[in-house]
């Protein structure tokens, strides 16, 4: 890892410490609200130094709310500056790789938020200027800061589960009106957003889909294209997959559907799991099923189970929880929550799902990278802006529809 600058700089109370210089480019909706806690010194070693917008009215709102602070207007002329350490991109995801190879070029550490990319070619570039750079990459899967699925993946990886059979995702409670498909124009299009429900509200659930099941074998995916709102990209997706070892996996999820539903689970040879309503339900077995099944001389006999509950204390932000591992990882040497290079495989199963239903067929991974690339620049330069509505003020603050909704 290479050494980063760090400067003498005052936090937000004026005192005076080390910390990571860092800047924020694009003061959106989320990137404002990253600033916001940066400069309120929510993040101990962080301090925000620099931010960058294109939109004008964004960075008047951030030289009202972050007087101190540096605006540009072009994100190179911030990387160039020499007065941050690391960088924050909070831009639409096709940017996300392009800006973040430029940082590493200039030996900056970077949090990206996800995606990762829109397609695996550039995600992979983007991790092979990582590698190269050698400093710290973060990206901003908070969820895998949730107690809920920490416990979920540490059950399932200390084999208390067993042999996995099957890992079942319904979770259609991505609700949006078409107000908010209205908001931008490069919200829901091919050219400005890559994707629709896979790459814009469900990015933290596939992430976590692998991190705690592993990376399928094979996809076959059916996704439906507007068909709930006045968009040309998916808004309902049905995905089913399988591993080597026979395991299945489906994934449900739609913006489309109200009331809707979370519901997690995960079974194996060993028992099943159930993270529903906040609380992980477990049924543990003293030994396989399949051992069980071939011995026992009893048609109806069933094992006999242990069941537990666990309900976590609500943590704090998830989203400082990553800034503050980030910050962490650059001073102290922590092992990274969620690293970047890790992005690759949520946009690989969502590129996998894209490519199976435009193929009417199952799709092995790794996939043709090329020809996914190929088929969704089709897509992309027949792709028209919609949006009507203006740009609003940045928020500064992390909303509830960022959280799980349980």
Known sequence: MKTVRIGIIGNANNNIDNSIKVGIIGVGNIGSAHAMSIFSGNIQGLRLAAVCDIDASKREWAQEHFPSVPTFEQYGDMLNSGLIDA????????????????AFEKSLHVLTEKPAGVYTNQVLRMNDAAMQAGTVFGIMFNQRTDPLFQKT???????????????????????????????????????????????????????????????????????DYGKYH?????????IYAQYENGATAQFISTTGECPG?????????????????????????????????????????????????????????????????????????????SPGIDGINQV??????????????????????????????????ASAPHGTAKNKAPGGVYKKRWDVLW
């Open 261 to 337: 539903t979370n519901r997690l689970e995960i079974s194996g040879d060993r028992g099943k799991l159930v993270i529903e309503d906040g609380i992980l339900r477990l049924w543990e077995l003293p030994f396989s099923e399949r051992e069980f099944c071939c011995k026992s001389d009893e048609g109806f006999a069933e094992p006999k189970t242990a069941y537990s509950e666990h309900k976590p204390e609500t943590p704090g932000s998830l989203h400082n929880a990553i800034l503050q591992n980030f910050a962490d990882a650059i001073l102290h040497g922590a092992e990274l929550i």
């Open 230 to 238: 006045n968009i040309e990209v998916e808004d309902d997706v049905t």
């Open 87 to 102: 960088v924050i991109i909070a831009t639409p995801h096709y940017l996300h790789p392009d800006m973040a190879i430029v």
């Open 153 to 223: 993946r540490e059950i399932v990886k200390n084999g208390q589960l067993g042999e996995l059979k099957r890992f079942v995702w319904i979770v259609t409670n991505w609700y949006r009106t078409q107000a908010y498909y209205n908001s931008s124009d490069w919200r829901a299009t091919w050219a400005g957003e890559g994707g629709g429900v896979l790459l814009n509200q469900a990015p933290h659930n596939l992430d976590l889909w692998q991190w705690i099941f592993g990376m399928p074998a094979r996809i076959r995916a059916f996704c």
């Open 348 to 381: 690989g199963i969502s590129n996998a799902a894209y490519l199976s239903d435009w193929t009417d067929d199952w799709v092995e991974l790794p996939f043709d990278s090329d020809l996914y690339e190929r088929m969704l620049k089709e897509r992309a330069d």
